[in-house]
């Protein structure tokens, strides 16, 4: 089991002014693991996003056709980096992002996630006023399909019905000093599978300051065919056992229980009622 990074002395950055007119520098990093699929219609809201000062990454280590679809977007600034060896899965490709990023704040995103013109503008105003890391809402864009309303419920009873702490979001952001600061996303497996929401928690070991932002909602795409779904879980970070296991010593058969716990609490859920058994 990993050690867990040491709690670092939060470095107190001067808000951005808004009088000055200048706008924060933001990265946005997408791993992309044969996402050929979806890889385009995220590119395209990303370039779309109305705010000047950004620039956008993808991480590749696929074995499709997404570096190709990729490297159509580099005369518009897209820079593509290409990982010869799938380490670390997302995780590992979310870290060279991280490295090779050059903004201020680095905002992470899956490579089916649909932003918002104004989502980079909005989450600048918490930087503004002296956050350190920043939790959006995650949003399944297409309840229309058996995998799209599991998710859907999965994350509606998140965020209703009892207490909740996020550390983790589709399109959640830092400061890029912050990650460096704790040695960015942590643990290097033999078994792949990504582990995103231990950066959140080393900011919260380390004391940076967290926002949390609901009215601020990223859309994503969720798979329709059960092969696509089962990838995104395992490469996305989705997969929570091996967390419970690595993490915090647990033994598989705690580790099961607590699923099927979680099974019963999504399937008895409101949420289930109301968007999954349509």
């Not at 280590?61 to 670390?88: C, F, K, M, W």
């Not at 918490?126 to 297409?142: C, K």
């Amino acid at each position: 089991i990993p050690a867990r990074p040491r709690p670092v002395a939060p470095r107190r950055w001067s808000p951005m002014s808004e009088a000055s007119g200048e706008e924060l520098s933001i990265s946005v990093v997408i791993p992309a693991r044969n996402e050929a699929a979806d890889i385009r219609a995220t590119l395209e809201r990303c370039l779309a996003i109305d705010y000047d000062a950004k620039e956008i990454i993808v991480v590749d280590d696929s074995t499709d056709e997404t570096p190709e679809i990729v490297s159509e977007y580099a005369d518009r600034g897209v820079r593509l980096i290409h990982r010869e060896v799938n380490q670390d899965a997302c995780c590992g490709a979310r870290n060279v992002g991280i490295r090779s990023a050059r903004g201020d704040v680095v905002v992470l995103l899956n490579a089916d996630a649909h932003p918002a013109r104004d989502f980079l503008s909005r989450i600048a105003r918490h930087y503004a006023q002296g956050a350190d890391w920043l939790v959006v809402r995650s949003q399944v864009a297409n309840t229309d399909t058996l995998w799209g309303r599991y998710l859907y419920a999965q994350e509606k009873v998140n965020w209703q019905g009892r207490p909740f702490e996020p550390f983790w979001s589709e399109g959640v952001s830092f400061r890029r000093a912050a990650a460096e600061a704790v040695g960015g996303i942590p643990g290097s497996f033999s078994v792949r599978f990504c582990r995103d929401n231990m950066l959140g928690v080393a900011f919260d070991e380390a004391g940076f300051t967290k926002q949390v932002d609901a009215a601020i909602q990223m859309d994503h795409v969720v798979p329709d065919r059960f092969s696509s779904f089962w990838h995104h879980r395992v490469w996305r970070g989705t997969m929570y056992p091996p967390n419970f296991f690595y993490f915090r010593g647990a033994a598989p058969p705690a580790i099961a229980l607590r699923e099927a716990a979680k099974l019963c609490l999504l399937y008895t859920s409101d949420a289930a009622d109301d968007y999954f058994w349509v």
